[in-house]
């Protein structure tokens, strides 16, 4: 658990470095590297969740206390937990990730005994990134070398000069055999990293030799910037190898995730809500260096679901604002075969999804060379929607000059029409497919339907009602719990303002059992008067929770909107803290007529009494706090 790692690594970080970094890090700034965030109103920020698929933001993010949580998954935490589940570092990694991020130099804790603690060994994710970083600048050294000729030149040729080399970290990988490996030994990494990061493999002899030779390099970097791996250009003839080779998986490069570009990409994409997706490194290069800076490419593999996940979530793809998808494929049968696939997972998209295929079937490097920097802009904005194109590409493969073939092209066509996710277009596009094939509306209109599983006839019209009313019940909590609610919210985001008279209504008062259990928790952690807010408060109250239910919802709690326009003030924490004592005092007050209500005020006349002079201490009291919790004095 984070708690338990917080624990064991305090022993190795001091506390108070730990603290520090908490507080001067921007939690803000660490998740917009990979998630696009937007205002939610309070001062709170919101985007698409990196820990599961959404079309609609539930990940919000509290930059005034340094926190977040998602309400759809209910993961939350820190900076430091976000590290944690988002790049799988621990703890320590996770501290001095951000420690350096900070610029704060980490001070390690001392044995008992007293003698200087060595500094802890980096995490495997900041040793193979740290080796990638090292072979970057060995490779980027070498392209000026007397053998690197045949990579510059290539470079030339497509139009990249030495500025555009050095702006993607271009390299040459030298002819030798160990020629890397052993400058990375040199630096300290061992024959096991070097493995596994990739950059080495063994030898028949058993020795270690370098991966890539006599090639031309591109890094691959992550959203983050940091490099994970590379992309390898053959260069020779009697290099027997494929045209690329690309870093094989490792802990750090996961080929399915991986957008080549996105690190320099991202913020435009965000930006303008739109991504184009093209499918080598050159064109990558092209279309920045021509104006299209949001374009990204995938690195040895086919575009699929992993990487819509990560191009959703810089997009902010969501039914409150759609990105666009601009695909450019070659024209010919391997690039409309990899526009079909495109469109296949197209209802992974929120947004609409286009192609842009170059007149001549040029890819964007080589069409940029022919006509220069403005055909490539022209190529993006000349788009087509991808159904447009998928449509025409499958009816071209029939005669519709023949009965056998209409019907053919119609029944192959229909599917795509009833896979568009906007419903309000299918019927466009029913008429559409009827004019392009020669055809009546009705059996198109039937064949979509039947293709998308849907009835037809009367029984069609009877359905869709019950389809559109069957919505889930919102839930509604009690007026007690909302105000429970809002006391605790109260407690975790303004401990300074609502500490003193938050701790002074006592457990008793809450109702809720999860809400029992996260008061219990703000008492263990100290009591919000001692609190002074923040991510270190947050998760010492997390930490302080025995019940799974009740560490969520401090997670909730944390980022949750007040329900008030504007910052809160002292009346506003007396009015809630009243609320929630009326509630609960008028609660006691039901209970205890009722008991009195079951007593023999004859034969139980003690009793009866004692209760009834409770009762009205208990009414009186309701009184006072209706006044309070009205807003009076």
């Known amino acids: 658990m984070y708690a338990e790692g917080v624990a064991r690594m305090a022993g190795r970080i001091r506390d108070e470095d730990i603290t520090l970094v908490r507080e001067r890090t921007s939690i803000a700034e660490v998740i917009s590297d990979t998630v696009t965030l937007k205002s939610a109103g309070g001062g709170n920020l919101k985007g698409l969740c990196p820990f599961h698929d959404e079309k609609s933001p539930s990940f919000n993010v509290s930059p005034a206390r340094n926190v977040y949580h998602c309400f759809g998954c209910g993961v939350g935490g820190d900076a430091i937990k976000f590290l944690m589940d988002a790049e799988h570092l621990s703890f320590v990694e996770s501290v001095e990730r951000l420690a350096a991020r900070a610029g704060i130099q980490l001070r390690y804790a001392e044995p008992e005994h007293g003698a200087p603690r060595p500094r802890p060994q980096q995490g495997q994710k900041q040793r193979l990134v740290a080796a990638h970083a090292a072979a970057v600048e060995f490779y980027q050294a070498q392209l000026t070398a007397a053998g690197a000729r045949p990579a510059r030149e290539f470079l030339a040729q497509r139009g990249f000069d030495r500025a555009a080399a050095q702006r993607y970290g271009c390299g040459f990988a030298p002819d030798g055999w160990d020629l890397l490996t052993k400058h990375l030994r040199q630096q300290g990494f061992s024959h096991d990293e070097l493995v596994t990061a990739g950059l080495s493999r063994p030898a028949r002899s058993g020795s270690l030799i370098d991966r890539f030779r006599r090639r031309l390099m591109w890094p691959i970097r992550d959203i983050t910037g940091d490099v994970i791996g590379f992309g390898a250009r053959k260069l020779f003839d009697d290099d027997d190898g494929p045209k690329y080779l690309n870093t094989p998986e490792?802990?750090?490069?996961?080929?399915?995730?991986?957008?080549?570009?996105?690190?320099?990409?991202?913020?435009?994409?965000?930006?303008?809500?739109?991504?184009?997706?093209?499918?080598?490194?050159?064109?990558?290069?092209?279309?920045?260096?021509?104006?299209?800076?949001?374009?990204?490419?995938?690195?040895?593999?086919?575009?699929?679901?992993?990487?819509?996940?990560?191009?959703?979530?810089?997009?902010?793809?969501?039914?409150?604002?759609?990105?666009?998808?601009?695909?450019?494929?070659?024209?010919?049968?391997?690039?409309?075969?990899?526009?079909?696939?495109?469109?296949?997972?197209d209802q992974r998209f929120v947004g609409r999804t286009f192609i842009a295929v170059s007149?001549?079937?040029?890819?964007?490097?080589?069409?940029?060379?022919?006509?220069?920097?403005?055909?490539?802009?022209?190529?993006?904005?000349?788009?087509?929607?991808?159904?447009?194109?998928?449509?025409?590409?499958?009816?071209?493969?029939?005669?519709?000059?023949?009965?056998?073939?209409?019907v053919e092209a119609m029944r192959r066509a229909a599917p795509l029409v009833a896979k568009i996710k906007d419903r309000e277009k299918r019927p466009e596009y029913v008429r559409k497919l009827a004019g392009d094939l020669g055809m009546e509306i009705e059996p198109v209109q039937r064949a979509v339907q039947a293709a998308g599983g849907t009835p037809t006839g009367p029984a069609q019209n009877s359905a869709a009602p019950a389809r559109r009313g069957r919505t889930p019940a919102p839930s509604v909590d009690s007026p007690q719990s909302m105000v429970e609610r809002e006391a605790l919210k109260l407690a975790l985001q303004q401990p300074v303002l609502a500490g003193p008279m938050f701790d002074a209504v006592e457990a008793a008062d809450y109702r809720h059992p999860v809400h029992v259990a996260v008061r219990a928790a703000l008492?263990?952690?100290?009591?919000?008067?001692?609190?002074?807010?923040?991510?270190?408060?947050?998760?010492?109250?997390?930490?302080?929770?025995?019940?799974?239910?009740?560490?969520?919802?401090?997670?909730?709690?944390?980022?949750?909107?007040?329900?008030?326009?504007?910052?809160?003030?002292?009346?506003?924490?007396?009015?809630?803290?009243?609320?929630?004592?009326?509630g609960s005092v008028t609660a006691r007050i039901r209970d205890l007529k009722s008991k009195i209500q079951r007593i023999n005020p004859v034969s139980q006349k003690d009793e009866y009494f004692a209760l009834f002079g409770e009762l009205l201490s208990l009414e009186q009291h309701a009184r006072a706090l209706r006044e309070q919790a009205a807003g009076g004095l």
């Open 250 to 345: 490792t802990p750090i490069y996961k080929k399915s995730h991986v957008l080549y570009g996105i690190d320099q990409a991202k913020r435009e994409i965000a930006k303008q809500g739109k991504v184009v997706v093209v499918e080598g490194y050159t064109d990558v290069m092209a279309c920045h260096l021509a104006g299209v800076p949001t374009a990204v490419a995938t690195c040895g593999t086919a575009f699929a679901a992993d990487h819509i996940s990560v191009l959703r979530r810089v997009l902010l793809d969501s039914d409150e604002r759609a990105g666009e998808i601009v695909f450019t494929f070659d024209g010919d049968a391997a690039g409309q075969k990899a526009a079909l696939r495109a469109f296949e997972d």
């Open 359 to 406: 007149p001549d079937n040029m890819d964007p490097c080589d069409l940029r060379l022919a006509k220069g920097d403005l055909a490539v802009r022209d190529l993006v904005a000349r788009r087509e929607p991808l159904v447009d194109f998928a449509l025409r590409h499958v009816i071209s493969r029939y005669d519709l000059d023949t009965v056998d073939g209409r």
């Open 523 to 582: 008492a263990g952690a100290g009591g919000a008067a001692a609190a002074t807010g923040g991510a270190v408060w947050i998760e010492a109250v997390r930490d302080a929770c025995d019940d799974l239910a009740a560490r969520a919802l401090v997670g909730e709690l944390a980022v949750e909107p007040l329900r008030i326009d504007g910052d809160p003030d002292p009346r506003y924490v007396q009015i809630t803290m009243a609320q929630l004592q009326w």
